[in-house]
């Protein structure tokens, strides 16, 4: 089977929640793809969005059991649980996310659900685009309750103006929200547990507001973090030649930007996987013998199996963002 793997594309799946936007199928040229659409689920292994192959020999095989199957081949022996560790997606957000609060190892445990750090890669940001993340200064349990009971949760909130090409590290234990007009790649650990905090008072068509949990979100929340840092796009534009950048290094996941101007060679390790995603010019990926294109808005999982690829830009310039498990994962 070794001889036979090659990189894997998957059918999206959509989630429709209020806040969604227009722009996954307007910008990444998407049929399927409801006209609202607040998320598309790019690679996921869960019950509640299970990814579907949707090319080649294992077309129409389910993430789950390919990993099932082979697991060494498709995550390699970085990953000992046979589950993704990830979970990819893109999110829209016509109005602005609930503000919201995701819980460490040790604080999942304690409250039955999953940890969660995330990055986000902004995509795309309407004028004035703006991202919450932490605190402005130093806050108290009671403040953040005070806040909440007067409508005043924005007050409180670290905002962050973001641009096409930026970057958020979301340590788990971070008050956070995405604000209306952002565009986001999201790459996270393989968790669907949100705490909510505020939401904007907001109702869905029937009048009804959508549930709470901060009991729960001030368990989780560290206190003791400072605001989250901006990584600004550190591309200068004009500059020459084949690039690959590190973006982010964590614990849980490793991203990267590769600019490409001409055919760049990929040598990677066997023990992982890589993740390739591309938002914007056509790039064509060749391994083990199967060529391919990844077009704008379109994911790529390069199975741990596979020891290099080749990428190539289609029409002379381009730009992918890796993702792949850090040196450190065991």
Known sequence: MVANIYPLF????????????????????????????????????????????SNGMLSGASLHHVIESMPEIILGSATKNRVFPLLLKIIDAGQRLSVQVHPDARTAESLGGEAKTEMWYILDAEPGAKIFAGFKKMTSPDELQLAISTNRVEDLLNAVPVHRGDSLYIPAGTVHAVGEGCLILEVQQNSNTTYRVYDWNRVDKSGKARELHVASAMTTINWEQNAARIIRNSRKPGTPGNHSTTIITSPFFSVSKIDLESVYQEKKEKSKFDILFNPGATVTVEANGSAQRIAAGTTCLIPAAIPEYRLSPVDGIATLIRISLPDSSD
């Open 10 to 53: 998957f059918v999206p799946i959509y989630k429709d929640y209020l806040w969604g936007g227009n722009r996954i199928k307007r910008l990444f040229n998407r049929p399927l793809c409801p006209a609202t659409c607040a998320e598309s689920w790019e690679i996921s292994d869960r019950q509640e969005g299970m990814s579907i192959i």
